[in-house]
C-alpha cells in the first residue's frame, strides 16, 4: 500500500510540500497535485489517502468536498501532520521557508487580501516584517512581479527583524 498526503487543494498543495516531494521523471513536467491523483486514481485499492491538519492548511470548507470529488468519493482520512506543527513563530518562518515558492501562483502572492498573507503571513508577523516575508517568497522563487514587486533583491531572511511580543 502507498500513502498519499493531501496538505490541501491544488495550489495548496503543491506550495505546501515544499522540498519534502520527491520529484521523478514522471512527475517532472506536472503538477505534484495532478501527479499525485494520477496515481491514486489508476490503482486505488493499493492506497491509503490522507488530508494533513495542521496550521498552514487553507480553512477553506470547499478544500475537502473537490478532493473527494477529484477522487471520485476514494476514502480521506484525516491525519495530524507532526513536522508542520510546531510552537514558535520562528519555527513557522523556518516551515515557510521550505515551500516550494516556485509553485505558487504569482497573482495575489503579495496581496494582503489573499491566501499568501491571511495564511502564512500573519503566523509570523512578529518576527519579520511583510516587506522581508516578501522579499524572501522571492528569493526562493514567487514570482511576484505580477503584483509590482519587481526589483526585490533576493535576500533570504534567516533571523527575526521584529522583536518577538
Avoid at 491523483?37 to 489517502?49: A, F, G, Q, T, Y
Avoid at 513563530?89 to 503579495?110: D, P, R, Y
Avoid at 503566523?123 to 514587486?149: E, M, N, P, Q
Wanted: include cysteine; charged fraction near 20%; glycine fraction near 4%.
Amino acid at each position: 500500500m502507498k500513502t498519499y498526503i493531501f496538505h490541501g487543494h491544488a495550489c495548496t498543495h503543491d506550495l505546501l510540500v515544499g522540498s519534502d516531494w520527491y520529484i521523478d521523471d514522471i512527475r517532472r513536467h506536472s503538477s505534484m497535485y495532478d501527479s499525485m491523483i494520477r496515481e491514486i486514481l489508476l490503482d486505488p485499492s493499493n492506497c491509503i489517502v490522507q488530508f494533513a491538519q495542521h496550521p498552514f492548511v487553507n480553512p477553506s470548507e470547499t478544500v475537502l468536498p473537490m478532493l473527494i470529488e477529484e477522487l471520485a468519493g476514494i476514502t480521506i482520512t484525516p491525519t495530524r501532520y507532526e513536522r508542520y506543527i510546531v510552537s514558535t513563530q520562528l519555527e513557522e518562518w523556518e516551515i515557510i521557508k521550505s515551500f516550494n515558492w516556485a509553485n505558487q501562483h504569482s497573482t495575489g502572492a503579495t496581496d494582503t487580501t489573499q491566501f499568501v498573507y491571511k495564511q502564512h503571513y500573519t503566523r509570523v508577523a512578529d518576527v519579520v516584517s511583510w516587506s522581508d516575508f516578501k522579499r524572501t517568497i522571492h528569493a526562493l522563487g514567487c514570482d511576484t512581479s505580477a503584483d509590482g514587486a519587481d526589483g526585490f533583491q533576493t535576500d533570504i531572511v534567516d533571523w527575526p527583524l521584529k522583536p518577538p511580543r
